[in-house]
């Protein structure tokens, strides 16, 4: 079983540059995440998603777009990357029912912004 | 917000030996759940335990269980008989009901098994 899977697992960008993250889940689950994992802080919860068409902004939402085109997918966008934004970034999801609650997690996407 | 606290940044422990790890919340939620994730070197993120609010009775897997005070609003992990492979970041998390259900995290305790 594949669970979610994150594209591209590294990526070294210039200051300036774009580029977008892909998250895309088998389990047919309504609800998306993606996170940014920094040292010593643990994750943080950048977008969140609840369904195909909807986005709505985490705890550090400033210089990232997101899209849910479609229910399997999360895209993640850096429109001009900055230093500050190299990070570890995380997709997650669960379903509709909180039952139990659990996150499912991809397998993580080192960006470094030189 | 419901904030999560991990006062240890890092724990250590012998092989076999057992260890506790402390977590806090904050919330004016009457029933939510709360977990304990694992991140070894490889970076996956690997559900260990998980304890709903509601149930008085405390979570065990296997040699990891929790010790749930809802008023102390407290949450720590006990992991028995450690083995090296144990060696991880652990993650306490509280899943709100905002965010669209997402898990607020502490900031983690790294957990070193010494032979």
């Known amino acids: 079983n594949a669970g979610v899977t994150q594209t591209p697992k590294f990526r070294v960008l210039k200051t300036g540059q774009s580029m977008t993250l892909l998250c895309a889940q088998d389990m047919n689950h309504e609800y998306m995440y993606w996170y940014r994992q920094d040292p010593g802080m643990g994750l943080r919860l950048i977008h969140y998603?609840?369904?195909?068409?909807?986005?709505a902004k985490g705890e550090v939402p400033d210089g990232y777009n997101v899209s849910r085109l479609k229910k399997q997918n999360f895209l993640l966008g850096l429109e001009s990357a900055a230093p500050s934004q190299t990070s570890v970034y995380f997709c997650?999801?669960?379903?509709?029912?909180?039952?139990?609650?659990?996150?499912?997690f991809g397998e993580g996407s080192r960006l470094t912004v030189l | 917000a419901q904030t999560v606290t991990q006062s240890q940044p890092e724990m250590s422990v012998q092989e076999a030996e057992t260890v506790t790890l402390s977590c806090t919340y904050d919330?004016?939620?009457?029933?939510?759940?709360l977990f304990w994730y694992k991140q070894p070197p490889s970076r996956q993120m690997i559900l260990v335990i998980r304890?709903?609010?509601?149930?008085?009775q405390n979570a065990t897997e296997n040699r990891f269980s929790v010790n749930f005070q809802k008023a102390a609003k407290s949450f720590s992990l006990k992991i028995s008989d450690s083995q090296l492979g144990d060696a991880a970041m652990y993650f306490c998390?509280?899943?709100?009901?905002?965010?669209?259900?997402?898990?607020?995290f502490g900031k983690g305790t790294s957990l070193l098994v010494t032979p």
């Open positions: 998390a509280y899943r709100t009901l905002n965010s669209g259900y997402a898990l607020n």
């Open positions: 919330t004016s939620e009457s029933d939510y759940y």
């Open positions: 998603s609840v369904g195909e068409g909807t986005t």
């Open positions: 997650a999801s669960s379903e509709v029912s909180a039952n139990t609650g659990e996150l499912f």
């Open positions: 304890q709903e609010a509601y149930k008085q």
